[in-house]
């Protein structure tokens, strides 16, 4: 299950680094904010929440920057079978996925969560928000820590 999680947010990352080149004006949906090994960073640019592939879910993501090589972030809670809203969601839970993800493009890492906690505190008036932690293993096999994650996004109608 994580791993079909996992593709789904390539998917999303692919559609956003598309749009992320091809358009510099970006209107503030939301905000994504967090601690990455300590340092705080934002995560502004073009933060958004979709619905998850089959509905039962949200993905929520965004960019540190407009340039090319921005950083991407993706937290996300999914199923493929009960309905996702309100509450706290774990990595590892066999009925839902909870995961972040972050790529850092100019460095060329992907790192993918080995632990996550995902709370959901509203949905209402189109948006979505939240908190999230987590420790993440990078394809460098080097391990970063999420802390004081939050978010407060508007979700994305298809």
Known sequence: MNKLFLSLLLSFFCCLACKSQAHHDFIPSGTITASVDGVPTSFNIA?????SKHGHGYVVRGLKSTLANADIIAIGVTSPHQTIGEG???WGNSS?????QLVQRGKVINYSSTKATITITSIQNGSIQGTFTGVLKGSNELNINITNGKFNVKIQSK
């Open 96 to 100: 839902y996925t909870a995961a972040i």
């Open 88 to 90: 706290s969601y774990e």
């Open 47 to 51: 933060a958004i929440a979709g619905l």
